[in-house]
C-alpha cells in the first residue's frame, strides 16, 4: 500500500496556528448570538454591539468618529453601518453641515441598548471567569504579543520569512 502524502506539502492553509483562536471567537460569538435568539432580538450580530452602545452613550457620530472610537478602519465600520442600517439598528442622519452624516441609533436599538449593555457586562464576566481557570490568560497573551510586535513588527517578521521562501522572490 502507497504511504499517504503530507497534506500540508501543496496546500499550507491545513495547517495553522491561528486558526483555533478564529474558530474559538466564531463559537464564543454564535453562543452570544444563541443568548439574542432565545430572547428574541433578532437581526443583532455580536459584532454590531460594540458600536451600538458607543452610539448610545456618545450620542450621534460620523463614521469617521466612530471608527476613531472603536479603533477600525473607516471602510471597515462603513461597511458594517451600512449592515445595521439594513438590519434597522441605525440610521444615518445630516450632520452640523449638508456635507456630514451622523450615523444615530434607531428606535429598535434604543429599545434594547440597557439589555446589550447587561449582555456586555456578563460576557466580560463569563471570559474573566473563563481566564482564572486557565494557566495563562489570554488578555495576558495579548499583551505579551503587543510587547513582541513593538520589538519587531508583524510585517518585518512576515517579510523576513519571505526573503527566505524561494517561491516568494
Do not use: N
Not at 466564531?26 to 460594540?50: N, T
Not at 429599545?111 to 449593555?117: E, F, N, P, Q
Amino acid at each position: 500500500m502507497p504511504a499517504m502524502a503530507d497534506p500540508t506539502a501543496h496546500d499550507p492553509t491545513r495547517q495553522s496556528l491561528w486558526r483555533p483562536l478564529r474558530l474559538l471567537q466564531a463559537s464564543m460569538d454564535a453562543d452570544i448570538a444563541q443568548v439574542y435568539s432565545e430572547q428574541r432580538i433578532d437581526g443583532l450580530k455580536p459584532s454590531y454591539v460594540m458600536e451600538l452602545l458607543r452610539l448610545h452613550d456618545c450620542g450621534p457620530m460620523t463614521i469617521a468618529e466612530l471608527a476613531e472610537s472603536v479603533r477600525r478602519t473607516h471602510s471597515a465600520l462603513s461597511q458594517k453601518v451600512a449592515a445595521m442600517r439594513e438590519a434597522g439598528w441605525v440610521r444615518t442622519v445630516v450632520g452640523d453641515d449638508a456635507r456630514t452624516r451622523k450615523v444615530t441609533l434607531t428606535d429598535k436599538a434604543r429599545s434594547i441598548v440597557d439589555r446589550l449593555a447587561a449582555e456586555w457586562r456578563a460576557t466580560e464576566a463569563a471570559v474573566a471567569e473563563l481566564e482564572a481557570e486557565i494557566p495563562y490568560p489570554l488578555s495576558q497573551v495579548v499583551a505579551d504579543i503587543e510587547r513582541a510586535l513593538e520589538r519587531k513588527s508583524f510585517h518585518d517578521r512576515i517579510t523576513e520569512k519571505l526573503a527566505q521562501d524561494p517561491a516568494w522572490g
